[in-house]
């Protein structure tokens, strides 16, 4: 299975931004498909944010017109740009590939503080 890095996370305050990174290494030649997920303290691992071999995307509506989930394919690495970030945005944040079928990495920690 096809196991993704993600990277970027960090403390901001309420109301700023970050930039998540999910990069794919080794002999993958693309990343048709994948979600961003999160799972906050306490709570299951929800998805976030997916995007399709089309580009096409979808949003929970938690995050809908806040984050914006895209592709490099050159780079083979996903992006997730989350704007006006809210403490309940805290959360471990995961980068998953469906398509190739992939599995879970190590996560990267958003922490938002009021």
């Known amino acids: 299975q096809v196991q993704l890095v993600e990277s970027g996370g960090g403390l901001v305050q309420a109301g700023g931004s970050l930039r998540l990174s999910c990069a794919a290494s080794?002999?993958?030649?693309?990343?048709?498909?994948m979600g961003w997920f999160r799972q906050a303290p306490g709570k299951q691992r929800e998805v976030v944010a997916t995007i399709g071999i089309a580009g096409n995307t979808h949003y929970i509506d938690a995050v809908k017109g806040r984050f914006t989930i895209s592709r490099d394919s050159a780079k083979k690495t996903h992006y997730l740009q989350m704007r006006s970030l809210k403490p309940e945005d805290t959360a471990v944040y995961y980068c998953?590939?469906?398509?190739?079928?992939?599995?879970w990495g190590q996560g990267t920690q958003v922490t938002v503080s009021a």
């Open positions: 998953k590939s469906n398509s190739p079928p992939g599995s």
């Open positions: 080794g002999s993958i030649v693309s990343i048709d498909a």
